[in-house]
Structures are given as structure tokens and as C-alpha cells.
């Protein structure tokens, strides 16, 4: 069953511009478009200007049962898990885009997937940037990457798509083969036209 967001709303929804801030009552809420960052084509992420709070999305998914919030790296947890779920789109335009959103100077990230983040945010937002610059670099030169070392070496770069099927996710992001991932056996191949790896089981 198909759910849309008009049929949970009291009135018809709208969309936000980017850059543009509403004042919901003592907080204001600025929204930023950031296309394919981490990976759909309509992603954005929410920043809250009076605590200065990046409610980052995808971004730094890491993995556990860790506390609410923490000053511990994310960055490489964050690594980590991208090298299980291959879930960031890997292109030009993710490590110019995090650095923007160092420029707000957030005093705090707020994640959708592990702990919150309240030690050094423009530092943790750089060295993500740096990390998927650092992979796209080594993805488009061929290397194949240092997967024991994620802070200091790019790990393995996202796999590049099936020849002929759409850029776009699905409505929740899923790759056709994530449930049989774990047992699956990547072939390296350049895909056609991409920086990326591709795997031979796609369908």
C-alpha cells in the first residue's frame, strides 16, 4: 500500500526552496537542498539556525547502539559503514557539498542514523568531504583501495550502476540486490560512462 504525504496532512503540502527558513515558533528551520548527497536526487538536509543544529540525514551513518549524542569520531564509523551498505552516490558534486555545509559553522549534527554529534562538526564535515573526495579519486583512477585503513586511505568506491537501468532510487533508496549483498561476489569493472565498481549480479 501506497502512502502519500497529502493523505497525513491537514492541508496540501508544499515545496521548500532551497535556502528557505520558516519560523515554526523560537526555532527557524532553513532548508538546503543537496541533490545526491548522500545519494537521491531529492535529498536536503534541515538546518535550525537559533541552535545552530544540521539535521544531516544520511549523512555519517554509522552502525551500534551508541549514546544519544557523543564527541567520539563519527568519520570513521561513518566509513565503515559505507563500505557494507554502499549507500553514498560517489560523483563531483558530494564533497563540494559538505563542505558548504561546514561553512555554517553547526555547533551541533543531529543524525538520522547513529549518534549525534556535538565535538568538532566543521572538522567532522571536512574530513567526510576529504574521505569521499579521497574515494572518487581513487575510484576514477582504478586503484583498488586500502579497506583496513578508512580514515588515512579511500576504501572501497560505491559500485557504479547496471548498464541501462535509471540513476534514480527507488522512493526508499534500496539497491536491487541489497538483500543478497552479503553473500554476493563483486567483480572489479569499470561501469559504462561511470567512476565506480559494478557488480556483475546486477539484474
Known amino acids: 500500500m501506497l502512502v502519500s504525504l497529502n493523505d497525513m496532512a491537514d492541508r496540501a503540502p508544499r ?3 532551497n535556502g528557505e527558513v520558516i519560523d515554526i515558533g523560537g526555532k527557524r528551520i532553513r532548508y538546503i537542498d543537496t541533490p545526491h548527497v548522500p545519494h537521491g536526487w531529492d535529498a536536503g538536509v534541515i538546518f535550525e539556525e537559533t541552535s545552530r543544529t544540521l539535521f544531516c540525514g544520511d549523512l555519517f551513518t554509522h552502525l551500534g547502539n551508541g549514546p544519544a549524542l557523543t564527541e567520539s569520531d563519527i568519520v570513521g564509523p561513518a566509513l565503515a559503514a559505507e563500505d557494507i551498505f554502499y549507500d553514498t ?3 563531483p558534486s558530494i564533497a563540494p557539498t559538505v563542505r ?4 555554517l559553522a553547526p555547533r551541533a549534527l543531529a543524525l538520522m542514523h547513529g549518534s549525534s554529534f556535538v565535538g568538532d562538526t566543521v572538522g ?3 574530513d567526510l ?7 572518487l579519486r581513487a575510484a576514477m583512477a ?11 586511505s ?7 550502476r547496471c548498464s541501462g537501468t535509471s540513476s534514480r532510487r527507488g522512493s526508499r533508496g534500496r539497491h536491487p540486490d541489497r538483500s ?7 567483480e572489479r569493472a569499470r561501469a559504462p560512462g561511470r567512476a565506480g565498481w559494478a557488480s556483475p549480479a546486477c539484474p
Open 124 to 126: 567532522a564535515l571536512h
Open 180 to 186: 543478497t549483498r552479503s553473500g554476493l561476489r563483486r
Open 89 to 91: 552516490s560517489l560523483g
Open 154 to 160: 579511500p576504501t572501497a568506491p560505491r559500485r557504479g
Open 100 to 103: 558548504r555545509l561546514a561553512d
Open 142 to 152: 582504478g586503484r583498488r583501495p586500502d579497506i583496513n585503513d578508512p580514515r588515512s
Open 15 to 17: 515545496v521548500l526552496s
Open 129 to 135: 568531504a576529504s574521505a569521499y573526495d579521497g574515494r
